[in-house]
T-cell receptor, first 106, second 116 residues
Framework: RKEVEQDPGPFNVPEGATVAFNCTYS??????FFWYRQDCRKEPKLLMS???SGNEDGRFTAQLNRASQYISLLIRDSKLSDSATYLC???????FGAGTRLTVKP | EAQVTQNPRYLITVTGKKLTVTCSQN?????MSWYRQDPGLGLRQIYY???????DKGDVPEGYKVSRKEKRNFPLILESPSPNQTSLYFC???????????????FGSGTRLTVV
């Protein structure tokens, strides 16, 4: 089993939709979690950290479920500019998931 | 501007011809790392460095070398490149090793390497 697994997608959603991605991890001792955004052929950029209590940044909500060992990213009111690949990252040594591709269509 | 700078951005080379990809950061970061990204596999760590003269293997170190003679630079060396090293490479840095867990990385813009 991979240490970090994501549904590769692609997720194709209309503008204004709500979309959610999950990311499962195998190391129950993992302490730190992040979501990164990567545009085509560009470097990943930190989108948000994931805190135990869950956290929100505008239209984006990140949650952690330790019991089931997954983190999630919820995007509300999707914009065309949200189209990208979203990478989850787990643990202190930065294990990356393979990414979930999102395309938001007009 | 705080940044991680990689060079070159694109490189096509032939099998066996030694090459170096440079990485430099201007943020006085202690921790630096190299990743390769391949379709369906995500980012995989090649080598990392916790400080000057301290380097360690990541998950896929075979065929690569690194050095950290000064804090700002962390070059990636391919002594004898092979076609299976064709990939997108990213250098990344963080203030100190523990800060990766809290603040994540700053990435360079990437180097797309093709070995023919």
């Amino acid at each position: 089993r991979k240490e970090v697994e994501q549904d590769p997608g692609p997720f194709n959603v209309p503008e204004g939709a709500t979309v959610a991605f999950n990311c499962t991890y195998s190391n129950s001792a993992s302490q730190s979690f992040f979501w990164y955004r990567q545009d085509c052929r560009k470097e990943p950029k930190l989108l948000m950290s994931v805190y135990s209590s869950g956290n929100e940044d505008g239209r984006f909500t990140a949650q952690l479920n330790r019991a089931s060992q997954y983190i999630s990213l919820l995007i509300r009111d999707s914009k065309l500019s949200d189209s990208a690949t979203y990478l989850c990252v787990v643990n202190n040594d930065m294990r990356f998931g393979a990414g979930t591709r999102l395309t938001v269509k007009p | 501007e705080a940044q991680v700078t990689q060079n070159p951005r694109y490189l096509i080379t032939v099998t066996g011809k030694k090459l170096t990809v440079t990485c430099s950061q201007n943020m006085n970061h202690e921790y630096m790392s190299w990743y390769r990204q391949d379709p369906g596999l995500g980012l995989r760590q090649i080598y990392y460095s916790m400080n000057v003269e301290v380097t360690d293997k990541g998950d896929v170190p075979e065929g690569y070398k690194v050095s950290r003679k000064e804090k700002r630079n962390f070059p990636l060396i391919l002594e004898s490149p092979s076609p299976n090293q064709t990939s997108l490479y990213f250098c990344a840095s963080s203030l100190f090793p523990g800060s990766v867990a809290n603040y994540g990385y700053t990435f360079g813009s990437g180097t797309r390497l093709t070995v023919v």
